[in-house]
């Protein structure tokens, strides 16, 4: 498949893994596919990196009309056709590889960090773990530490890159020349991760390096890679990458799909969305309900008994805060807008929460209490999504004087589209319908009105779109405790549920 467009291909097959001579024998003769040497590869040691170098090499001195090296692994799968790839990688003379600061990004989420380089590895950690531990125990102890080679800026990033020639003949070149460089990263831990990413960044000019991974690949929030099924198939084609990794092999029809992609000659542009950010809001949704359990030095919230909250819940924020300007001019109350879920302007500092969103969930009933000591006000009207039931209830729990107001309104397709887009799952130029997610977004915001409901809050009032004036008067009238005559104005005034 990878050479039935005029590319070519070389392989290193792991020398631990039996199969290679009914491969070789397979591809024997073939003009576009050659065999690197091969090497016994361990997780995490230098043979990753002795295979990678071997293939290049071998790639190098059999096709002197190939321009750019991209490495794939065998779970690897192209998620766009081929003359698309080409075009997009010819289109900018640059480098395809991850590349970030080594002490400095974050990159290491667990595990040795520093460790990986100052101090040796012979031992493999999974082959020989005690080994592994006790030498790395005994250099921590008598402090072997060893420098760094000499002008180099450590980097680390993805070890799958898409690199110009001219890039691979300086990286070759430089550790012919540097052997001092080579024998440092034979001794590194995962030098897979750091190695070439390193030396690509101290031979080419940062403007020429595209700082991403051209192959997609996920991780679970428990750190494990997660593999491709048949049911990713609408997912892959719309990921800012040429290959994914990590595609099942058992995912008979994905691997069809994709294989039919790859051979396309006419393929459009895709739009582009993160799958990692439709996974959190699904890995969300699968825990909705849970909430920390209730801390230890948790006191109970007093408020003056004339002390008024009241809280406006709406999907859509237009809406809401539109209707808290009415009620501000009929009431006088203190108006906070979408306080716990945007940075407004005009809020106290009280600690930092007027520009850290983080610090105003510790503890939501703290925090109105010191909002109204700040504003000195009998009067506190903010706006709340209905996603916040948890807040909803602690609020509502700590505070005696407090009423939800909930604006049920009607979802268009447009609205839809928009929340879509505001939580990550579409981008701008996308078209909604590639992915049919109206269904499951509707059904979440019904669930989240139903969860409020469901609440059995003591002083809920609810506005349906649609409903009656005469019923949207008294729910008003009721809920803010004003005359009717002013709940009516509110009602005629405000327009409630025009965007």
């Not at 403007?207 to 491709?228: A, C, H, K, R, W």
Request: hydrophobic letters at 40%; glycine letters at 6%.
């Amino acid at each position: 498949m990878l050479v039935a467009r005029g590319d070519c291909a070389v392989i290193h097959y792991d020398r631990n893994a039996r199969g290679f001579n009914q491969i070789q024998r397979a591809l024997a003769g073939h003009p576009r596919i050659g065999f690197a040497r091969r090497h016994r590869c361990g997780w995490g040691d230098w043979s990753l990196v002795a295979s990678t170098l071997a293939a290049l090499r071998t790639g190098m001195g059999m096709f002197a009309q190939a321009s750019h090296f991209y490495l794939v692994s065998g779970d690897c799968m192209p998620i766009q056709p081929s003359d698309m790839i080409k075009s997009q990688i010819f289109a900018q003379d640059k480098d395809y590889i991850e590349t970030k600061d080594f002490f400095e990004s974050g990159w290491i989420k667990t595990g040795l960090s520093e460790e990986r380089l100052i101090y040796r590895h012979p031992f493999n950690e999974r082959r020989h773990t005690r080994l592994f531990y006790k030498c790395l125990a005994l250099q921590r102890r008598f402090d072997l530490r060893r420098p760094l080679p000499r002008g180099l800026h450590m980097r680390i990033g993805s070890q799958w890159f898409c690199l110009r020639r001219t890039t691979c003949e300086a990286v070759l070149g430089f550790l012919d020349q540097r052997p001092d460089v080579l024998r440092f990263f034979k001794m590194v831990w995962i030098p897979d991760e750091c190695a070439l990413q390193t030396l690509v960044w101290h031979l080419v000019p940062e403007v020429q390096i595209e700082n991403q991974s051209p192959t997609f690949l996920m991780f679970t929030d428990y750190g494990m890679p997660v593999s491709f099924h048949n049911d990713h198939a609408d997912i892959l084609p719309l990921q800012d990458a040429f290959f994914a990794r990590k595609v099942s092999p058992c995912a008979k029809g994905l691997r069809k799909s994709l294989q039919i992609r790859w051979m396309q000659s006419d393929g459009e542009s895709p739009h582009h969305m993160d799958a990692r950010n439709l996974a959190s809001y699904v890995s969300r949704r699968g825990r909705m309900g849970l909430r920390d359990a209730p801390r230890a030095w948790d006191r109970a919230k007093n408020l003056s008994p004339d002390c008024q909250v009241l809280i406006i819940v709406s999907k859509k924020w237009s809406v809401g805060k539109s209707f808290t300007q009415q009620v501000v001019a009929a009431t006088g109350a203190k108006d906070l807008g979408y306080f716990f879920d945007e940075i407004i302007s005009g809020m106290p500092d009280l600690g930092g929460i007027a520009r850290d969103m983080d610090r105003r969930y510790l503890d939501p009933a703290s925090l109105v209490q010191l909002v109204f000591q700040f504003f000195e006000t009998r009067f506190l009207v903010f706006c709340i999504d209905p996603c916040r039931l948890s807040f909803l209830e602690a609020l509502h729990d700590t505070l005696p004087g407090l009423s939800v107001l909930e604006l049920q309104c009607e979802f268009s397709d447009q609205d839809l589209s928009g929340h879509a887009q505001r939580i990550g799952l579409l981008s701008a130029d996308m078209n909604p319908a590639d992915l049919n997610l109206w269904p499951m977004l509707r059904c979440e915001l019904e669930e989240e009105s139903m969860r409020i409901r469901n609440a059995r809050l003591p002083r809920h009032f609810c506005l349906k779109e649609g409903a009656p004036e005469e019923n949207l008067i008294h729910t008003i009238a009721e809920s803010l405790q004003v005359p009717h005559q002013k709940a009516q104005a509110i009602v005629r005034s405000a327009r409630l549920f025009d965007d």
